[in-house]
């Protein structure tokens, strides 16, 4: 499985922009990119994915670079209930991946009132 | 339209004995994985399964074993529990084209093993 990697942290205080970086330097071309987040006592919950373009949806918005070797998630103003883990994963649809989704550690994100 | 469900919620077994749990999954979604999250090894695939057949699966022992009802609602089981087995388990379900790496998790049900 190709690799991630993200900051283990990062602090933001409400109601200002975050953004989450995440390096996927051996992302093959049929790796979607997917975030991923889990709050305090649930499970996983899905926030986002794309594969070349940049995509927006009500929760975030994911710029992917020009290479697909990095990729941002956008928080575009931060809550104290998006306080959380968040993960960047890289799912091949492709392969026979059924149902597998390789987490690593995350970013804990704060978020100060 | 209701999330997935996974019952018990809580339970605490001791070493030796063995124990099943249960997902329903989201109404229409017909794969269902499982997940095993520890403080040490995080969140690791255990095994997936689409109209009752297994078709991806993890790197745990065979004392991890699961099943798929017709019904799509899926049972996972561990025998010889060991203290190692404590953790969260979580399901997840996706819709019938499922390969797109969008899963629905459910709350977990959280495991001591004593």
């Known amino acids: 499985d190709a690799k991630t990697t993200q900051p283990n942290s990062m602090e933001s205080n409400e109601e200002e922009p975050v953004h989450l970086p995440c390096n996927h330097s051996t992302i093959s071309g049929t790796d979607y990119i997917h975030w991923y987040r889990q709050l305090p006592s649930q499970g996983p919950e899905y926030v986002i994915h794309?594969?070349?373009s940049n995509v927006n949806n009500r929760m975030a918005s994911l710029a992917i670079a020009e290479d697909r070797k990095s990729s941002t998630l956008i928080l575009h103003r931060a809550t104290l209930r998006d306080a959380a883990v968040y993960y960047c994963?890289?799912?091949?649809?492709?392969?026979?991946?059924?149902?597998?989704?390789?987490f690593g550690q995350g970013t804990i994100l704060t978020v100060h009132p | 339209k209701a999330g997935v469900t996974q019952t018990p919620r809580y339970l605490i077994k001791t070493r030796g004995q063995q124990v099943t749990l249960s997902c329903s999954p989201i109404?229409?979604?017909?794969?269902v994985s499982w997940y095993q999250q520890t403080p040490g090894q995080g969140l690791q695939f255990l095994f997936e399964y689409f109209s009752e057949t297994q078709r991806n699966k993890g790197n745990f022992p065979g004392r991890f074993s699961g099943r798929q009802f017709s019904n799509s609602r899926s049972e996972m089981n561990v025998s010889t529990l060991e203290l190692g087995d404590s953790a969260l388990y979580l399901c997840?379900?996706?819709?019938?084209?499922?390969?797109?790496?969008?899963?629905?998790f459910g709350e977990g049900s959280r495991l001591t093993v004593l």
């Open positions: 109404s229409g979604h017909r794969s």
């Open positions: 997840a379900s996706a819709p019938i084209s499922p390969n797109t790496g969008e899963l629905f």
């Open positions: 994963i890289l799912f091949n649809a492709g392969g026979t991946s059924y149902g597998k989704l390789t």
């Open positions: 794309g594969l070349t």
